[in-house]
Structure formats: structure tokens, C-alpha cells
């Protein structure tokens, strides 16, 4: 396990020095692979951007949030999800592309939404304040993807479901923290140990 001080994260993402935040990624997995990791999971969504930068960098499997997510999504024969998330996971397409090679049609909130959103995390959720009227916010977001199409709800920011959950939903609610944990500890359970 490598943990970062997520305030220098936060700092990296506010001010778009992806590179950096690349580089210390990078550097965090070689470590664990060099300690004897058989498999690299990153516990963020946000920090899945850089997956794939990672995934070259090193010779062990890394597990993504949005592939685990989209099998579980998948097999439930669903197709039209609504993504929660970071402005970075809403906007950018290394979340999205991923849910789409899966068959997927990821609908995000349109862009005022998006931001409400975001701003709930960076300035309620990861200081662990779940105000009512924030609930009440996402909840009329839910409800308008639904509303939208969206026959899911892909809770895509481990913090989102400190706020909401199911009984938010009329729609099933897809919590990538646990459906990304559950993946992991499958994989560690079957894979064969290295020579």
C-alpha cells in the first residue's frame, strides 16, 4: 500500500499539473512492484487518468475502477448510465472511453450539474460534511439523468456515497469503491502467485 498526502493530489488536479501527478503515480507503483505487488489497484476514480500511463510503466496487472464497474454493469444487462463524478471523471474521456469499449452509454449532468457536483466533493465530502441540502442537490440529479435515460446511477468518486445511495435511486446505484474493493480482493484470491 502506498498513500499519498491527498492535499498535494487535490493541489496537482486544481492546477492541472496531470504530469506531476503522472510521475508520482508512476513512481508509487513501481515501488509497490518492486516490494513483491502482484496487482496494483488505484483507490481513486479521479486518479484512474493516468491508468494507463501506470499500466506501461509497470509489468503487473492494474485492476481500473471503470472496467471492474462496467462488468458488473454489464452483466446486469444494463446500458445507459449516469456517471457521478470529479469534473476530471465527468469531463475528461478516461473514464467515459472506458465504459463506452464496454458497451455503454455513459450520460453526465449537464455541465451546471457537473459542477455542483464537484463542488460537493472537493468542499463538503472530502472533509466528510454531508449537508441536507447537498443530498437534496444530487438526489434532483439523479433524478434528472433518469429522467435522461439513464437506467443506472454510477456513484464514480469514493466519496459520493457517504452523501447518496440505493434509496436515493429508482435506479440501481453502481458504488465503484466497493464494486472496485470486491474486484481486487477476487483477483488476489485466484491469481497464482509469481515464480
Known sequence: MFSFDF??????????RWDEATARMIDAAQRLERAGADLLVICSNTMHRMAEDVERATSI???HVADATAE???RQGLTKVGLLGTRFTM????YVKRLRAYGLTPITPPAEDREIV????????IHGICSPSSKRAYVRIIEDLIAAGSEAIILGCTEIMLL???SDSSVPVFDTTRIHA???AAMAITATPPP
Not at 492535499?7 to 492541472?16: G, M, N, S, T
Not at 469531463?91 to 478516461?94: I, V
Not at 464537484?118 to 465530502?125: G, K, S
Request: negative net charge; hydrophobic residues 40%.
Open 7 to 16: 492535499r498535494e493530489i487535490e493541489l496537482l488536479q486544481e492546477e492541472a
Open 61 to 63: 496487472p492494474l485492476l
Open 72 to 74: 458488473v454493469i454489464r
Open 91 to 94: 469531463e475528461d474521456d478516461f
Open 118 to 125: 464537484h463542488r460537493v466533493i472537493y468542499n463538503e465530502l
Open 164 to 166: 447518496v445511495g440505493q
Open 182 to 184: 470486491e474486484s481486487a
